[in-house]
């Protein structure tokens, strides 16, 4: 199988979930009709040795660039949002921790959000359970620079802090990008003002592992629980097994909630 355009160098939707009728990857790429997928090649099984799957599937409408997703059309249809297009997605399994009890997770990973509603909105997903980031637990771990275990294996710190400006008529948001944002006296002097009233909207967080600085992710999170990251051009093999490091700190430090619905909105801006 052939990557496409939008396979790498793009950011990706991720989902976390449980669903107890199935038990690997390709009892889930068989239930959703998938045919053409194959296996990315495992670089270093000391990050992870679960399988992470690249698959393929056509969906009516072009939802991002037309002018990226042209190459992938599947037909002569002039009508770009009756016409269907190839779209590249990844899945793979991983471990979370949620109220003390261990949870074996699938994870699906799509380029634009629309790609969600048409996934999950079918009788397969019916009785998953889907793990959420509390993005108010994990700013107050980064905010009282507390390590969880997982810290001594990988460096991990907020890189971009997003939040609302509430009733303020001049601005709608505010973000702090940097190192360190948490530790600026911007943000200081923002969370300390009794004159500007904020609501932490979305964290980006960067993890990289110690053992092999060529891993490394930012994953972007937002209070209406959705995750979002970039892949580098060709970067799958190395950028995806660290999924399972990033949601290992989010297990360690009690950062995920659990829901049965998932939201249709993100409050991130799509050229993020």
């Given at each position: 199988m052939n990557n496409s355009v939008i396979a790498s160098n793009h950011h990706f939707y991720l989902v976390l979930f449980e669903l107890n009728e199935l038990s690997t990857c390709e009892e889930l790429l068989n239930a959703i009709q998938i045919e053409n997928y194959t296996l990315l090649e495992?670089?270093?099984?000391?990050?992870?040795?679960?399988?992470?799957?690249?698959?393929?599937?056509?969906f009516k409408g072009a939802l991002g660039s037309i002018d990226l997703l042209i190459g992938n059309k599947m037909d002569k249809e002039p009508n770009p949002d009756k016409a269907y297009?190839?779209?590249?997605?990844?899945?793979?399994?991983?471990?979370?921790?949620?109220?003390?009890?261990?949870?074996?997770c699938f994870f699906i990973c799509f380029p634009y959000k629309?790609?969600?509603s048409i996934i999950f909105d079918r009788n397969t997903f019916k009785n998953s359970i889907f793990?959420?980031?509390?993005?108010?637990?994990?700013?107050?771990?980064?905010?009282?620079?507390?390590m969880a275990p997982i810290q001594n294996e990988i460096d991990s710190s907020i890189i971009k802090y997003s939040a609302d400006i509430v009733d303020e008529a001049n601005a709608d948001n505010v973000s702090i990008i940097g190192k360190d944002p948490l530790n600026s006296s911007i943000f200081k002097l923002m969370i300390e003002s009794d004159e500007i009233d904020i609501e932490v909207s979305s964290l980006k967080l960067n993890c990289t592992w110690k053992e092999d600085y060529n891993y490394?992710?930012?994953?972007?999170f937002d209070?209406?629980?959705?995750?979002?990251f970039w892949i580098p051009k060709n970067k799958q093999k190395s950028t995806l097994p660290m999924l399972e490091k990033t949601f290992t700190l989010f297990?360690?430090?009690?950062?995920?909630?659990?829901t049965e619905r998932l939201s249709k909105y993100t409050t991130v801006i799509t050229n993020e």
């Amino acid at each position: 199988m052939n990557n496409s355009v939008i396979a790498s160098n793009h950011h990706f939707y991720l989902v976390l979930f449980e669903l107890n009728e199935l038990s690997t990857c390709e009892e889930l790429l068989n239930a959703i009709q998938i045919e053409n997928y194959t296996l990315l090649e495992n670089e270093n099984e000391k990050l992870t040795k679960n399988k992470i799957f690249h698959f393929q599937k056509k969906f009516k409408g072009a939802l991002g660039s037309i002018d990226l997703l042209i190459g992938n059309k599947m037909d002569k249809e002039p009508n770009p949002d009756k016409a269907y297009y190839l779209y590249d997605l990844y899945c793979g399994k991983t471990n979370v921790i949620f109220a003390s009890d261990k949870k074996d997770c699938f994870f699906i990973c799509f380029p634009y959000k629309a790609l969600q509603s048409i996934i999950f909105d079918r009788n397969t997903f019916k009785n998953s359970i889907f793990y959420i980031p509390s993005v108010p637990v994990m700013l107050k771990h980064f905010q009282n620079g507390k390590m969880a275990p997982i810290q001594n294996e990988i460096d991990s710190s907020i890189i971009k802090y997003s939040a609302d400006i509430v009733d303020e008529a001049n601005a709608d948001n505010v973000s702090i990008i940097g190192k360190d944002p948490l530790n600026s006296s911007i943000f200081k002097l923002m969370i300390e003002s009794d004159e500007i009233d904020i609501e932490v909207s979305s964290l980006k967080l960067n993890c990289t592992w110690k053992e092999d600085y060529n891993y490394s992710f930012n994953l972007l999170f937002d209070r209406l629980g959705n995750y979002r990251f970039w892949i580098p051009k060709n970067k799958q093999k190395s950028t995806l097994p660290m999924l399972e490091k990033t949601f290992t700190l989010f297990s360690e430090i009690n950062g995920i909630e659990q829901t049965e619905r998932l939201s249709k909105y993100t409050t991130v801006i799509t050229n993020e």
